[in-house]
C-alpha cells in the first residue's frame, strides 16, 4: 500500500479575543482614540499593543502609557493579493511601525501611497485613527498610517 496524497481545501474561519492586555488597547483606542501601551518597569520596555505580563522577563505589566500616534517607519512590504490568494485591484502597502513612546512595532497599512519611492525605513509617519462614531473596538479603527513629509 502506497501513501497517495490527498488535495483538498478545508475552510477555516476562527474567533480571535485580544485578553485582558489586548482590552486595554482596544478599550482605550475605541473610547478615547488614545493608543495605549504598557510599561515594564523592569526592563524598560513599552509593549504596543498593552499586554499584561513582559515578553522579555514576564514581569507583570500594569503601567499603562499613550504612545504616538507618530512614530517611525522600521520596514515595509507590499502586496499585490489578499488573504485568499486573489489578485488585488492596486497594490497595498503595509507598515511596521514604532510610535513614539514605544519599544515594539505595529503591523497596519501605509495609507495613500502612490508612489512607493516615497516610502523611507526610518521616516515619519502618523497613525489616522477613525472618528469616534465608526470607532468599534478593532485594530481597524486605526485606519492606517500616513507618511510624513513624503
Given at each position: 500500500m502506497t501513501n497517495k496524497?490527498?488535495?483538498?481545501?478545508?475552510?477555516?474561519?476562527?474567533?480571535?479575543t485580544a485578553g485582558a492586555g489586548g482590552q486595554i488597547f482596544f478599550k482605550a483606542l475605541?473610547?478615547?482614540?488614545a493608543l495605549v501601551a504598557t510599561r515594564c518597569l523592569d526592563c524598560k520596555q513599552?509593549?504596543?499593543?498593552?499586554?499584561?505580563f513582559c515578553e522579555?522577563?514576564?514581569?507583570?505589566?500594569s503601567e499603562e502609557v499613550t504612545?504616538?500616534?507618530?512614530?517611525?517607519?522600521?520596514?515595509?512590504?507590499?502586496?499585490?493579493?489578499?488573504?485568499?490568494?486573489?489578485?488585488?485591484?492596486?497594490?497595498?502597502?503595509w507598515g511596521l511601525v514604532q510610535l513614539d513612546g514605544a519599544t515594539t512595532v505595529l503591523v497596519h497599512r501605509l495609507l495613500k501611497v502612490t508612489d512607493p519611492s516615497h516610502i523611507k525605513i526610518g521616516g515619519k509617519v502618523e497613525a489616522v485613527i477613525k472618528p469616534k462614531?465608526?470607532?468599534?473596538?478593532?485594530?481597524?479603527?486605526?485606519?492606517?498610517f500616513k507618511l510624513i513629509g513624503a
Open positions: 496524497p490527498f488535495h483538498g481545501e478545508i475552510p477555516v474561519t476562527n474567533f480571535y475605541k473610547e478615547r482614540g513599552v509593549y504596543l499593543p498593552a499586554r499584561r522579555r522577563c514576564f514581569a507583570e505589566l504612545v504616538g500616534p507618530a512614530g517611525i517607519l522600521r520596514s515595509f512590504a507590499c502586496s499585490t493579493i489578499d488573504h485568499d490568494g486573489r489578485a488585488l485591484p492596486n497594490v497595498q502597502f462614531a465608526k470607532r468599534t473596538g478593532s485594530i481597524l479603527d486605526i485606519e492606517g
